[in-house]
């Protein structure tokens, strides 16, 4: 993996000015996770010590992209704040193996000896929103592939009413039946009776409807469809997000490169398993996924002040 590092394309981490005290530089995506093929493109994730311009400077630094080679390094601060919050992309930077580093500083294997300073309940909503997306994903595309009008306006229903299930947890919760959703011969329609509710909550589940109404609706109107394959891959990622956040509720761990799971995610990419089944899997997986959860020991925020002294260590103050 170091030798990656000698290719021309990978020049710019020598070069660029501001990448010059990376502590942490890995593989991401399916590499990482074990469900590489002979097609899959290398991509790299980092992090790095911001140049003192950028600390006690006007500017700041977040991250730095490469797009050609999907590579994505962040600043220290932006990886803690991703951590903090439970971002599945960065927690899982942390749990991978051995051979897929390919840079690791003392500060950096500081970091990722210090993977459980991040873990909190909020990986139950970070892991259970990504593996949700996935899900709307694969339905809303098959369903639009396979159903009629009437069909596409009874999924779309299903889709909006899970969502609102799920708020009762994410947001101030709401008597049952105050959020609606049914439909008649021409579209779907809605009631709403809040009373003293935040709105900033109401905000939130406001853009969260809508965003799922614009994202059905682009699938509505797209020329071309969704290659199966992109598809498989969608429901690969659903069972993966599934299986790790679970192994991390139920104290387990960052276990990125999917090991008990490697064959069935292969299958899964590689068309072998119906959409029947993928669906059935997911059940049964989300029912897991919930359970730990439920029982997690998990603190239910990180420890800020925890987290802050070990930035300071790795900033060498």
Known sequence: MKGLLEKSEYAFIKTNPDLQNIIYLTLSGSHAYGT?????DYDLRGVLRESD????????????????TDTVIYGIKKFAELLSKGNPNAIELLGVEEESIVLATEHGKLLRDNTDLFLSKR???????????????????????????????????????SQISHF???YTEFPGGAISIYGDEDELKF?????????????????????IIKTYNKLTYRNKKKS????????M????LLATGTDILAGKGVITRRKAEHGLLMDIRGGKIPFDEIFDLAKDFKQKFELA?????????????????????????
Do not use: W
Not at 195 to 211: R, T
Not at 237 to 240: A, S, T, Y
């Open 191 to 211: 009631d709403i009776t809040l009373k003293n509710y935040p709105i900033s909550d109401f905000a939130g589940i406001y853009n969260e409807l809508a965003n």
């Open 228 to 235: 199966e394959q992109g598809l498989f891959k969608h429901a």
């Open 123 to 161: 990986v139950a909503d970070s892991f259970g929103n990504y593996a949700l997306a996935q899900l709307h994903r694969l339905r809303n595309a098959l369903c639009h592939d396979s159903y009629t009008s009437e069909e596409r306006q009874q999924h779309l229903q299903a889709v909006l009413s």
């Open 53 to 68: 311009k950028y600390i006690y400077g006007l500017k700041s630094f977040e991250q730095f992209e490469d797009l050609p």
């Open 36 to 40: 590489s093929t002979e097609n899959s």
């Open 168 to 170: 009762q947890q994410k």
């Open 293 to 317: 959860a439920k029982y997690t020991s998990l603190p239910a925020e990180p420890d800020l002040e925890k987290i802050e002294r070990l930035m300071m260590k790795m900033y060498g103050i």
């Open 237 to 240: 990622h659903l069972i993966r």
